[in-house]
């Protein structure tokens, strides 16, 4: 999926957050987080268990509001997080035409989205009965079939095999050569090469 | 906006309610024992309303006034928080709720006392204010199991003060399709109506005074109970700290 | 605003309530046994059941209504689908009316279809059914509004559904009040059946803003 992108687009932030703070009832999680992410950056987020990763993305995408400070993104974005989204009687193939109808993509994109995704064998298998690799290869389907800059993921290798983990690493890199900005949760070294860390 | 963030600081608040406080439950002692006398013993019984029991009526009015008036207020609190996030907003909306269900309960309860041995009936499904009241309860009843089945203090009080915006909203309705439902059982509006008082200055003045009394032993339980809070949540976040720190 | 989205709510949400069928089975024999153990509670005086008989069917839709309540946000709360929607290009409020809406098609409207029948075993004249049904329908939407409130507030609460009634049923109040006056008074333009359909109207107008909001904090 090539983009065309102007030149202005590399020196212009895709998202900016300022002295982000949460709280849970009377415990600081974090507080004061900067980010700041221009197109074509990878940006790895790390951190502990309980560090606040989940936390921080869902901030960024804007599904939950910081007790203090602000998120700015200027353009849309995907989030994949840990809760895929999948209804257990829908299938891969069902659950893409879906959110494309919802999107307004034309449904033909459903099919070269399960392709890149290497789901088309099990494309009309109810996602109840599918693994957890391939519901999560379902949800990157879906990421695909409307291409966006900027995409928040959260732990986007967790329970792939090694084919899904290269196609994960392939397409992230894609979209960031292309143009695209991401900001990934992630556990361990997976061989890429972020142009920013953020540590929790 | 400025007085409304100059009341805004908890700080201030506690160091105004130390002493207001205690001025309050002193006002409120003094106007109740006072309407308590006069409502026993010193005005004339009238025998339309029931006689002797009709004295209940000098807790009964003014507790469902307080009722009524303390949703208000919580609704409007809960406003205030939802919209300018000053925590003393949620902690007064908080300390509201229990403080007017009680005297919801106490409407009631002294509506049925007066009402059996006067009208033959502990309760009269159709008259429309004691339906507006019991409304009222549930109301009350729902914003503080809502706010006790939340888990964090931030979650209890955003939805809390949507429940509370709403029910301000559904309040007029409620009240209008009551007034369509009842047959009341209640004499007509007697103190504010546009040629004035109509009940006569004996019953008058004991009842607003009384009515004074309630309205500051309201206040100056809201502010004990806010202090309550106030001093919990620091103790929490000194704890929090604490952990955090060690 | 784009109508897509909306109308891809509510089509994917009518799938999962109505759920091949099984969806309507639990209103409905819910409805019907309350209708059916009332005359087992009061006794077989005709007269008796027809003069209740309409409000017997008023509370058994208010109660009908709560019971499929709780799953009704709960569901993509847990699998992830509401951060989904609150990320689509549509308005949270349009896709809680969108799917309050699509639930009373399911489980709202064919318990006012139900009504006709109910009512006959109830001693009810028949000529004036096919009218009470419309009442019924209408009220039902305030009812599904009210309770579709309490639904989104309640909606990260384990086994929420007492407190979704605790929440709702106040509000169901004038919408009751005015549809058994509605019935009462007969025709579709007594005063009593406009200030139901205006219950209704406001129910519409009010509830999915704090369906809105409330769903926003249940995502948080």
């Known amino acids: ?176 050569a292309s143009g695209g900005a991401v900001i990934a949760a992630v556990h361990g070294d997976y061989g890429l090469t972020p142009s920013q860390e953020i540590t929790l | 906006m400025g007085m409304l963030s100059y009341f805004a600081n908890p700080a201030r608040f506690m160091r105004l309610s130390n002493w207001l406080a205690p001025v309050f439950y002193t006002a409120s002692a003094v106007l109740i024992v006072y309407g308590v006398w006069q409502g026993l013993w010193a005005v004339p019984k009238d025998e339309v309303q029931g006689g002797d029991i009709m004295r209940v009526m000098f807790i009964h009015v003014p507790g469902a006034y307080i009722s009524m008036a303390a949703y208000g207020a919580m609704a409007v609190s809960a406003f205030i928080w939802y919209v300018w996030r000053h925590e003393l907003a949620d902690v007064a909306a908080k300390s509201i709720a229990p403080l007017g269900a009680g005297w919801t309960i106490i409407c009631l309860s002294t509506g049925s006392i007066w009402g059996k041995p006067t009208f033959n009936t502990w309760w009269q499904w159709g008259d429309a204010r004691m339906m507006s009241v019991l409304f009222l309860l549930f109301l009350y009843l729902g914003y503080m199991a809502l706010r006790a089945a939340m888990d964090t203090r931030q979650k209890a009080a955003r939805a809390s003060a949507i429940l509370a915006m709403v029910g301000i909203l559904n309040l007029p309705l409620i009240k209008f399709s009551v007034d369509i439902f009842s047959s009341t059982l209640h004499q007509g509006a007697s103190v504010i109506t546009m040629e004035g008082p109509k009940m006569s200055a004996v019953y008058l003045w004991p009842l607003g005074l009384s009515a004074l009394g309630h309205t500051f032993l309201f206040g100056a339980m809201v502010m004990t109970l806010m202090r309550a809070e106030i001093r919990t949540r620091r103790a929490g976040a000194l704890r929090a700290q604490h952990l955090a720190g060690s | 605003m784009n ?202 107008s009010v509830a999915p803003f704090a369906m809105g909001a409330a769903l926003r904090l249940a995502a948080d």
């Open chain 3, 3 to 204: 109508a897509r989205p909306v109308l891809s709510a509510f089509r994917q949400a009518l799938q999962e309530a109505w759920a091949g069928g099984a969806g309507i089975f639990l209103p409905a024999t819910f409805f019907a046994g309350a209708a059916v153990l009332v005359p087992l509670g009061v006794g077989v005086d005709n007269a008796l059941l027809r003069s209740i008989g309409p409000g017997i069917l008023w509370v058994a839709l208010a109660l009908s209504s709560l019971v499929t309540m709780e799953r009704l946000f709960q569901a993509d709360l847990e699998d992830g689908a509401l951060d989904l929607w609150l990320q689509t290009d549509l308005p949270i409020s349009a896709y809680a009316a969108a799917k309050t809406l699509a639930h009373w098609c399911v489980a709202g409207l064919p318990l006012a279809l139900m009504t006709p029948v109910l009512g006959i075993l109830l001693q009810i004249e028949p000529a004036k059914l096919p009218m009470f049904a419309a009442g019924y329908a209408i009220g039902g939407i305030a009812f599904f509004f009210w309770g579709g409130v309490g639904a989104a507030l309640s909606a990260s609460v384990r086994r929420g559904g007492l407190l979704i009634a605790l929440i709702a049923l106040p509000f169901f109040f004038p919408t009751a009040i005015f549809g058994a006056r509605a019935l009462q008074a007969g025709t579709a333009t007594s005063p009593e059946a406009l200030y139901l359909i205006a219950s209704a109207l406001f129910s519409l």
């Open chain 1, 1 to 176: 999926m090539a983009i065309e992108r102007g030149s202005n687009v590399l020196s212009q932030a895709v998202l900016t957050a300022n002295g982000l703070g949460v709280m849970r009832g009377d415990r600081t999680l974090f507080t004061g987080v900067r980010v700041s992410v221009c197109a074509r950056e990878l940006v790895l987020l790390r951190g502990q268990n309980g560090a606040g990763k989940t936390t921080l993305l869902r901030l960024l995408a804007g599904l939950s509001t910081a007790e203090s400070g602000k998120v700015t993104r200027t353009a849309p974005h995907h989030w994949i997080g840990h809760r895929k989204g999948l209804k257990p009687h829908e299938t891969p193939a069902t659950h893409l035409q879906h959110w494309a109808n919802a999107w307004g993509v034309e449904p033909d994109m459903v099919h070269t989205a399960l392709e890149a995704v290497s789901l088309l064998r099990a494309a009309d298998v109810p996602t109840g009965h599918l693994s957890q690799g391939q519901q999560h290869r379902t949800a990157l389907a879906r990421l695909l079939l409307q291409d966006r800059p900027l995409w928040l993921l959260d732990e986007p290798f967790a329970a792939m095999d090694d084919s899904g983990v290269a196609m994960i690493k392939s397409r992230i890199e894609q979209h960031c």
